[in-house]
């Protein structure tokens, strides 16, 4: 599968950001599009995961409430909305593809998108 990603820039604290991210390729019945995000000297880590049957799961618990993630199910685009944009957001943002359930590990997704940076500035 392959996913472009769309999206990012910079803002000021508080501000609001989307980012897109379509797959294309081969579809599947049970899939999930998670969010992840690596800043500068980190790993690369898990925000949060939409599956196709299970809905929304959420891996990192200081963007609940700022971030959500939908879709669009005619393109099965995801969008990962982010509000109240703090400068520890700032880092630069994957989707990743993988059958069946989410999950936090970003080894566990076969497919990524580009990533796309967010820069969130005080």
């Known amino acids: 599968v392959q996913l472009q990603a769309s999206g990012g820039g910079s803002v000021q604290a508080g501000g609001s950001m989307r980012l897109s991210c379509a797959p294309s390729?081969?579809?599947?019945?049970?899939?999930?599009i998670g969010w992840f995000r690596q800043a500068p000297g980190k790993e690369r880590e898990g925000i949060l995961c939409?599956?196709?049957?299970?809905?929304?799961?959420y891996y990192d618990h200081s963007v609940k409430g700022r971030f959500t993630i939908s879709s669009d199910n005619a393109t099965n685009t995801v969008y990962l909305q982010m509000i109240d944009l703090k400068p520890e957001d700032t880092a630069i943002y994957y989707c990743?593809?993988?059958?069946?359930?989410?999950?936090?590990?970003?080894?566990?997704?076969?497919?990524w998108g580009q990533g796309t940076q967010v820069t969130v500035s005080s």
């Open positions: 990743g593809w993988k059958y069946s359930i989410c999950t936090w590990r970003a080894t566990h997704y076969p497919d």
């Open positions: 390729g081969p579809s599947y019945d049970d899939y999930s």
């Open positions: 939409i599956n196709n049957k299970d809905g929304i799961t």
